[in-house]
């Protein structure tokens, strides 16, 4: 499966931001998705995540009441809404997929990079002050 993320772009603090993450190649609806996100000088960190029927989702703590992870099966896509953002938010957002069989629904998998095949190229999120 072939993952493009998008949507991301400068907001002000306190602002609203929706990225998406589009896919093709296989039939998305089977496939674990999540939102990680890289800033400058630190690792990849684990943002959110969707299983894949759509039923259940997961959060850093972090993001938890700003952030909301959704998935559109007909569309095959995944969106990202971002509310109350911070400077702290400022990072490059990558969308990330498994196929629903082959990963758990357990944080301590669902949070590591390891854990996913695919991924997005990325996009840029910056809060600014």
């Known amino acids: 499966v072939q993952l493009q993320a998008f949507g991301g772009g400068l907001v002000q603090a306190g602002g609203s931001l929706r990225i998406s993450c589009a896919a093709s190649?296989?039939?998305?609806?089977?496939?674990?998705t999540a939102w990680f996100r890289q800033a400058p000088g630190n690792e990849r960190e684990f943002v959110a995540a969707?299983?894949?029927?759509?039923?259940?989702?997961y959060y850093i703590d972090s993001v938890k009441g700003r952030f909301t992870i959704s998935r559109d099966h007909a569309k095959n896509r995944v969106y990202l809404q971002m509310n109350s953002l911070k400077p702290e938010d400022t990072a490059v957002y990558y969308c990330?997929?498994?196929?629903?069989?082959?990963?758990?629904?357990?944080?301590?998998?669902?949070?590591?990079?390891?854990?996913?095949?695919?991924w997005g190229q990325g996009t840029q999120v910056t809060v600014s002050s």
């Open positions: 990330a997929a498994a196929h629903g069989a082959a990963i758990s629904w357990f944080a301590r998998v669902i949070m590591t990079t390891g854990s996913y095949d695919y």
């Open positions: 190649g296989r039939t998305f609806s089977d496939y674990t």
């Open positions: 969707i299983h894949w029927d759509g039923r259940s989702t």
